[in-house]
């Protein structure tokens, strides 16, 4: 039931990054479900990890090593979340880890485990190890694709986009992989999400530009208000282009943060278009507000309000309910009579008052689209925020009602 | 689908206290859908209303009525919110004030308005208007249960309840109805309520007594997380058992307090019940909070997500989904690593590592139950809050996608 998602079929290799997949039957049959991502020496990696305070075991060793070395290798698996696992988790995730080192030669900090799947199970390191030499066998810069079907779950699409840009004369990649459908509601991260560049980028600014472009594109989608224990997005910067990042002029690094939060806005929109049970791709962009705190409260508040995505999934202009969801914001500073609101340009509102010339049936016929924009004024200031989310279906009760995740 | 509830036959009549219901087809027809409460002078009366800022023209006039004199009259509507109806709302709200006042022969500040129902249409004044000489002559103490009929919306059930005590030698009655089923996260107040006493309690010890009573019943309840634009709970005193709640021992003050709020909880738990969709009802426990605001945060993450909603309606024990839920809380104290998790009595996990003798066939048959307690130890602190909830079904969507509320 994605919304206006197709299947990647070609993305730009990156020089540096070697990828493999396998099918260890971790619980799904006939299917891939274990990557491994080679990452070329000299290359910076940075991350940001899920802020749930249950996060999952492969989290915390990933946030320890992470601290001790740059990562040599990636080691996914989906599946099995391995969160909730406690000691034996933590076990397992050492255990893989561990494997992956010895099998390839290296030290097991510079090993990151990453899980996705069922909560509460702890994962069977011995079926990852076991994959290790069809997945050695198996390395290839083209692998992109592959990987990004392998780590799905729930997803009914794979999600993988690249760009190529022209800087400094010289030809930039940056190519990305995602997954993710339900518990979507990323804080400080995402689902799971790879994202690598043959450009140089010192660890420091590496980090920085993740950070920027997370917030506006995987910090800013939601399909159900929860928040997954294993969200990651790593940012893989090889410098095989030989370009360096710090010689650019301002305009060029300009043009490769614009390429870099492209392809993670476009791999974000797409875990939204893929959500469960969507029949709707909504953009909620909150205008006018007198601070970005204010923004945000009311865009996830009426993002995730259940009456808002219940009214969208039935095409009905039900703006009442809108404006509810946004008042109901814990803001003291928030107030409601200014505000104006449009669905996909059609004004409903304006500072407080219903447009003179709305009629229910350009509301409903605004509601018809399967992309809908719903915009809100609140003539407080000048801030901006925008999120994408979801509709709220029976699809989304039944893939959650039948499916343990 | 209510869950173990039944509509109620009888309740005490309070002294001082009149109602009236007519049928005034301001959205439903062949039903009463106005009340009017007529309250005895030397009462006293207080009031809790929405925080949501959005909130209804009605709110807004009895916010400010209230502060000027104590209500001789209640005038309520069913069908029609009367919110984001900007200006032409707010004259639909005085006029019909104005129209009570002057049939009735008290200040348009004596009568507080208050309407439920579909948002963004603004109420026709006259309908009510034109039902004053039927409400009047319809004047009884003998009609909570009436009344209780015929301030619902989407409720399938009524919900009234009535406790008499025997204090100082005395008895005293309390007595309430509330309507409420979708839109709930009461923020200071509920969807609508009105309780009343024949105790004698001046008017600041009895908004002090409201809302404590509130804050353990009322705001004590989510069935979507929506908090309403037109939230209103009124508690009426009309000192008509000659009883002086401020002469009573300190033990019997306890008695009467006990007696509100289980007369208030009662009501909240049963728009609980009554939820839409609902086919469980739900109590999240939290216990050993370093404090209170953290414990709130848990049970709310826990109660409101929808993923946690689900499982509840397949009943899942998807443990997972609810630690998940827990650890997405924005509070930096919080830590899960020492929780333990029970379902109705069933121990899942002890101080972060799963029950020894856990099984996921004794987790199913915890969870067959229609009335589920989800109890979360912290291990944190010795602070406790509890929360009441539904699950989340087909029937939650299909009410929502299909009715206009």
Redesign the interface.
């Known amino acids: 039931m994605a919304v206006n998602l197709i299947e990647p079929t070609h993305v730009h290799n990156i020089e540096g990054v070697r990828l493999a997949t396998a099918s260890a039957g971790i619980r799904y049959a006939g299917r891939d479900d274990v990557v491994l991502i080679e990452i070329a020496p000299q290359s910076n990696v940075a991350a940001v990890f899920t802020?749930?305070?249950?996060?999952a075991a492969p989290v915390i060793l990933s946030v320890n090593h992470l601290k001790v070395c740059v990562p040599h290798y990636l080691i996914i698996n989906a599946g099995n979340?391995n969160?909730?696992?406690?000691?034996?988790g933590m076990n397992a995730a050492v255990a893989t880890t561990k494997a992956v080192a010895e099998f390839t030669n290296v030290k097991p900090q510079q090993v990151l485990p990453f899980s996705t799947g069922?909560?509460?199970q702890v994962l069977d390191a011995s079926k990852i190890e076991t994959k290790l030499p069809a997945l050695a066998e198996n390395m290839s810069e083209d692998n992109w694709i592959p990987a990004a079907k392998a780590i799905m779950t729930t997803d009914t699409v794979s999600k993988a986009y690249s760009k190529k840009i022209n800087i400094a004369g010289k030809d930039i990649a940056i190519t990305g992989i995602a997954k993710g459908s339900?518990?979507i509601?990323p804080?400080m991260a995402t689902m799971l999400s790879y994202v690598a560049t043959d450009m140089e980028v010192p660890n420091k600014i590496l980090q920085t530009l993740l950070t920027q472009s997370v917030s506006q594109s995987f910090n800013a989608i939601t399909v159900?208000?929860?928040?997954?224990?294993n969200d990651a997005c790593v940012l893989i910067a090889t410098g095989k282009s030989q370009t360096s990042y710090e010689t650019l002029t301002s305009e060029e690094q300009d043009q490769f943060k614009h390429a870099l939060c492209w392809v993670m806005r476009m791999l974000a929109q797409a875990i939204v278009r893929d959500g469960e049970g969507a029949t709707k791709f909504v953009t909620v962009c909150i205008e006018k507000a007198s601070h970005l705190k204010q923004a945000k409260a009311v865009a996830y508040s009426v993002a995730?309000?259940?009456?808002v995505k219940?009214?969208l999934?039935?095409s009905?202009p039900?703006?009442?309910?809108i404006?509810?969801?946004?008042?109901?914001?814990?803001?003291s500073d928030?107030?409601?009579s200014d505000a104006s609101l449009s669905i996909n340009g059609v004004s409903i509102?304006e500072r407080?008052?219903?447009t003179a010339n709305y009629t229910e049936q350009a509301g409903k016929q605004a509601m018809q689209a399967d992309e809908i924009e719903i915009k809100i004024q609140l003539n407080l200031g000048d801030v901006q925020h925008t999120v994408w989310t979801t509709d709220?279906?029976?699809e989304?009760?039944?893939i959650?009602?039948?499916y343990?995740?």
């Open positions: 802020q749930n305070k249950f996060c979340a969160a909730g696992t406690g000691q034996q069922v909560i509460g339900g518990m509601q804080n159900d208000s929860d928040t997954s224990t995730n309000s259940p009456l219940t009214a999934s039935a009905d039900n703006w009442g309910r404006m509810a969801a946004a008042g109901k914001c814990d803001d928030l107030q409601l509102m407080g008052e219903l709220l279906t029976h989304y009760v039944s959650n009602a039948d343990r995740s």
